[in-house]
């Protein structure tokens, strides 16, 4: 596996449901990200965690629950969700410098709440 | 308020022409900015970057320029071509890592 990786690629579920979307990066980067892309918006970053660390929540909701356990891993915890969370969810990679780092992405998840 | 701003939701262009991407921004602190590019199911795609410092990027058939006193970037794809057609995305960091993006401009390319 090259990049960044994402699973699953598509996921429904339940409004009492508890799922975890997987996300691992194979470029030796730091820094790890999620975003979340909702129909016709911009992509929105929702945390950041570099060297495991959480170092950025961009005031989101408590049902999404971030874990980081090594540089290459992230997960996103999801429970309760509601069906406005329906959207498609990104993780990104970097290697956190200066700032002025790209960041890499995966393909995605596409996620359905019913 | 939106930072960044992609006023034009889609653009066709006919196979061997230039395509001109545009982008606005607000936030005068931005000091990094960078173009992706997104096929459908797929993650967005680094194209490339410019620094503030400089007002000119060129790799390949991709230039971008920036006019800071206009707060505005664009992105020249020459001689544009069928697999160009995608979703192009311009972003921005404000602070260290964190990317702002626009919504993004379809592009289609005509053969």
């Known amino acids: 596996e090259t990049g960044v990786t994402q699973t699953p690629r598509h996921l429904v579920m339940g409004m009492t449901n508890k799922k975890s979307l997987k996300c691992e990066q194979h470029l030796g980067h730091n820094a790890m990200y999620w975003y979340k892309q909702s129909a016709k918006k911009p992509l929105e970053l929702m945390f950041v965690y570099n060297f495991k660390e959480q170092t950025e929540n961009n005031s989101v909701p408590s049902r999404f629950s971030p874990e980081c356990p090594n540089s290459s891993h992230l997960f996103l915890h999801l429970h309760t969700l509601q069906p406005e969370d329906s959207a498609l969810y990104l993780c990104?990679?970097?290697?956190?410098?200066?700032?002025?780092?790209?960041?890499?992405f995966g393909p995605g998840t596409r996620l359905l709440v019913l | 308020d939106q930072q960044v701003k992609q006023n034009s939701p889609s653009l066709s262009v006919q196979e061997g022409r230039i395509s001109i991407l545009n982008c606005d921004y607000t936030n005068s602190m931005f000091d990094y900015f960078l173009w992706y590019k997104k096929y459908p199911a797929e993650g967005p795609t680094f194209l490339i970057s410019?620094?503030?410092?400089?007002d000119k990027n060129e790799d390949g058939r991709f230039t971008v320029f920036l006019n800071k006193s206009a707060k505005h970037l664009s992105l020249h794809i020459v001689p544009s071509q069928p697999g160009d057609s995608a979703v192009y995305f311009c972003a921005a960091i404000q602070g260290a890592q964190k990317l702002v993006f626009g919504q993004g401009t379809r592009l289609t390319i005509n053969p």
């Open positions: 990104a990679s970097s290697q956190a410098s200066s700032g002025q780092e790209t960041q890499y």
């Open positions: 410019i620094s503030s410092i400089k």
